[in-house]
């Protein structure tokens, strides 16, 4: 152990895990219902959403994501690359999860959505 250990924690030198999360909307446009829903999402999961990185967007870009040190996102109205509505992909160091938009989650796609969330963050 170096004299350095005794001075700084080593959490001061990590980067916190940054979530995002990709809409097809801007959030003031987001329903009451959609909020509460993104809320109970964010919060299952254990991820502060006041901490989150929110971007409406058309398409998923990559380059915004690397910019962002995003480790973890949730891209709602996207589909993966297999054209499915749902999924889950590791891509470099983001693990991205899919999902319909928040107003279209229904139970079943809801229970879906969470699989794929435990993938994600566990």
């Known amino acids: 152990m170096n004299w350095a250990s005794f001075l700084f924690d080593k959490e001061i030198y ?12 801007n959030w003031v446009d987001l329903t009451e219902d959609e ?11 254990k991820v502060n959403p006041a ?7 058309d398409e998923i870009d990559t380059t ?3 910019k962002q040190n995003a480790t973890k996102t949730l891209a709602f109205g996207f589909v ?11 891509l470099q160091n983001n693990k991205v999860v899919f999902s319909p938009e928040l107003n279209a989650l229904n139970d ?9 969330l435990k993938k994600a963050f566990s």
């Open 80 to 90: 993966t690359p297999e054209k499915e509505a749902h999924g889950f992909m590791a």
């Open 14 to 25: 990590t980067q916190p895990e940054t979530t995002v999360v990709l809409l097809k909307k």
């Open 64 to 66: 915004i994501l690397q």
């Open 35 to 45: 909020v509460i829903l993104l809320n109970k999402i964010l919060s299952a999961v």
């Open 51 to 57: 901490g989150v990185v929110c971007i409406k967007t």
């Open 108 to 116: 079943n796609e809801k229970k879906i959505l969470w699989g794929n």
